[in-house]
Each structure stands twice: as structure tokens, then as C-alpha cells.
Nanobody, 127 residues
Framework: QVQLVESGGGLVQAGDSLRISCAAS????????MGWFRQAPGKERESVAG????????LYADSVKGRFTISRDNRKNTVYLQMNSLKPEDTAVYYC????????????????????WGQGTQVTVSS
């Protein structure tokens, strides 16, 4: 049974930084790409960032490029999302996901490339 558990969300002010984490169990995620997605109330799910299996490739949505950084620690089976210069429009539930394909060379932020999803962590940015 694959489990992805997000943590680190919370309430911050605009301009602040926050790092959220996703710990995986039941699967050695070191051979799979990982991604972060978010969903705000009343809106569709949005892709945020993706990282390939080795950590050597990353991809970001235009809305977060230059502010967010995705990284991974394969020894800890964990992926991170460092979020800087947060804006109220970043408020959402953030979900991590684990890819379908082993050793996929490039990062992707296409939801259909992900097989397993976490339950999400709330990030709220006040103005």
C-alpha cells in the first residue's frame, strides 16, 4: 500500500516562506518522478512543480517559477516544496504525487503521469 503524507502547511503572511514535505511509504519513490499540485476552494486542481527520479530535472508552473523550489531526498523517501515570497493567491490545499513510470528522464507536471496521491496539506497566505 503506497502512502504519501504531506506536512508543514499552515497560515503565513504574504511575503513569508514555507516548506512543505511529502513522506512516502510502501514504495521506494527514488525511482519515480514526484510532483506537487494544489487546489484552491472553488477552483480546479493546478499543477505546481515536478522533479524527476534523480532530482536532476525540475519543472514549474509559470505562476510559481522563481518563487518555489522542488527538491527530494531519496535516502529519506521524501520530497519538499520550498515556497518563498508567498502570495494570497497561493492559498490552497497542496498535494504531492508519485509518478507512474520508473526512471522517467524528465520531470513532468501533467497529472495523468502520476499514479499515487497524498491527502494534502493546507497552506493559507493572508494579505
Amino acid at each position: 500500500q503506497v502512502q504519501l503524507v504531506e506536512s508543514g502547511g499552515g497560515l503565513v503572511q504574504a511575503g513569508d516562506s514555507l516548506r512543505i514535505s511529502c513522506a512516502a511509504s510502501g514504495r521506494t519513490v527514488s525511482t519515480y518522478g514526484m510532483g506537487w499540485f494544489r487546489q484552491a476552494p472553488g477552483k480546479e486542481r493546478e499543477s505546481v512543480a515536478g522533479i524527476n527520479w534523480s532530482g536532476g530535472g525540475t519543472l514549474y508552473a509559470d505562476s510559481v517559477k522563481g518563487r518555489f523550489t522542488i527538491s527530494r531526498d531519496n535516502r529519506k523517501n521524501t520530497v519538499y516544496l520550498q515556497m518563498n515570497s508567498l502570495k494570497p493567491e497561493d492559498t490552497a490545499v497542496y498535494y504531492c504525487a508519485s509518478g507512474r513510470t520508473t526512471y522517467r528522464p524528465s520531470a513532468t507536471i501533467s497529472p495523468r503521469e502520476y499514479a499515487y496521491w497524498g491527502q494534502g496539506t493546507q497552506v493559507t497566505v493572508s494579505s
